[in-house]
């Protein structure tokens, strides 16, 4: 074999092998992904709370939601859900929040922080009673429900259970 042909064929080995590599290692640079936040979440149930407000009286289960330990997150990242039926929130004012039952509530609309971290809570009810209707609402109360703690952030189609909770009668 002639010296041209073998250095020929040495520099495109050596080309093909450069591909193959520089290939490889751009594949697995994009395949990179954001990794979910580390957190710790506590519940807190109270079954048949007298719940009164500015406007209406209720009776009501609620749980108490608060972040004891880890990461920081966005409230708009962070959300409560349930499968069962929906579920609505007290405001700070000790107020009822969210005109609708949902079964997802972010914590930005609960009215948490900017920033969520250790200490801070939010509180989600289900109605079992109006005080001022007479018909019973058509809600499960929270004893057979499961709650959880999603991290869902804006404009993307990840999302991490970061908490769990089901009620001692499910």
């Not at 073998?6 to 290692?25: G, N, P």
């Not at 209406?56 to 966005?74: E, P």
């Not at 001022?132 to 959880?148: C, G, I, M, P």
């Amino acid at each position: 074999m002639s010296p041209v042909i073998s250095v020929i064929l040495m520099v495109a080995i050596t080309v093909i092998l450069a591909a193959v590599i520089a290939t490889s290692v751009f594949v697995i640079g994009d395949t990179t992904t954001s990794v979910a936040p580390q957190a710790t979440f506590s519940f807190d149930l109270e079954d048949n709370v007298e719940y009164n407000t500015d406007y209406d009286s209720y009776t009501a289960d609620k749980v108490t939601i608060t972040h004891d330990a880890g990461d920081t997150i966005d409230s708009n990242s962070l959300a409560v859900r349930t499968y069962g039926d929906g579920i609505k929130y007290i405001k700070d004012n000790g107020n009822l929040g969210g005109f609708n039952y949902r079964s997802t509530w972010t914590f930005e609309e609960m009215g948490a922080p900017k920033k969520v971290s250790a200490g801070t809570s939010v509180t989600v009810v289900t109605i079992q009673q109006d005080a001022d209707d007479d018909a019973d609402r058509d809600v499960t109360s929270l004893n057979r429900q499961e709650l959880y703690v999603v991290y869902e952030p804006p404009n993307s189609d990840t999302s991490a259970t970061l908490g769990y909770w089901a009620g001692p009668d499910e």
